[in-house]
């Protein structure tokens, strides 16, 4: 069964500077979606980049970009620049292309230090 | 357009009453998927409705329960409620089905309270 690590439970960053988080992930199979997604303090939960793959490039959204690294299984999330507006519970989620299923992590917790 | 909407936001019932909680998806949108967000089990994926039909569930027992009408609108139902089964439920809808590269789209949710 596929499983979805977040190491980091909780994580702060002052503002305007960059933060990594961290997501690792088991799986047998070869091609699959990842995503992460953020939930902002009672507030919903909203899509902030996604990853085929098959694709080798990194996906980017602006101040948002990822590292995959397919043979380490490893997806971390970069946000540069970081605002205010980015403290939020972030989601690791797996989705297989074999039964659909989405495995999210337990997220981590990101304070914005100003 | 309007985004995602659950009814009711909060609800509070006791051990061995059934609740019914409800989703209305994005116009247009005819994927409905159900999670459940505990702080201790975190996400959990439920169960996806696509056209009336459950494509997809995941490890739940069967008091756990959903359909989907023709206007794309959801219903859960959970039966026989547990304490445990106090969390967050949250429904997301996508235009198509989750085999897709469709982005999901979150409603609020659904805050249960089991006593």
């Known amino acids: 069964a596929q499983t979805v690590t977040q190491s980091q439970p909780e994580m702060s960053v002052q503002e305007a500077e960059t933060v990594t988080l961290s997501c690792t992930y088991d799986?047998?199979?070869?091609?699959?979606?990842l995503f992460w997604y953020k939930q902002p303090p009672s507030r919903q939960m909203i899509l902030v980049i996604r990853q085929e793959a098959y694709k080798q490039q990194n996906a980017t959204e602006n101040r948002f970009s990822v590292n995959f690294q397919k043979a380490a299984k490893s997806f971390s999330l970069k946000i540069s620049d970081s605002q205010l507006g980015d403290a939020a519970m972030y989601f690791c989620a797996y989705r297989s292309t074999v039964d659909d299923k989405i495995i999210f992590g337990k997220g981590t917790r990101l304070h914005i230090l100003p | 357009k309007a985004g995602v909407t659950q009814t009711p936001r909060y609800l509070i019932k006791t051990r061995g009453q059934q609740v019914t909680l409800s989703c209305s998806p994005i116009s247009g949108h005819r994927s409905v998927s159900w999670y459940q967000q505990t702080p201790g089990q975190g996400l959990q994926f439920l169960f996806e409705y696509f056209s009336e039909t459950q494509r997809n569930k995941g490890n739940f027992p069967g008091r756990f329960s959903g359909r989907q009408f023709s206007n794309s609108r959801s219903e859960m139902n959970v039966s026989t409620l547990e304490l445990g089964d106090s969390a967050l439920y949250l429904c997301a809808s996508s235009l198509n089905p989750l085999n897709s590269y469709n982005e999901q789209f979150f409603g609020p949710g659904t805050r249960l309270t089991v006593l």
């Open positions: 799986t047998s199979e070869s091609d699959y979606y």
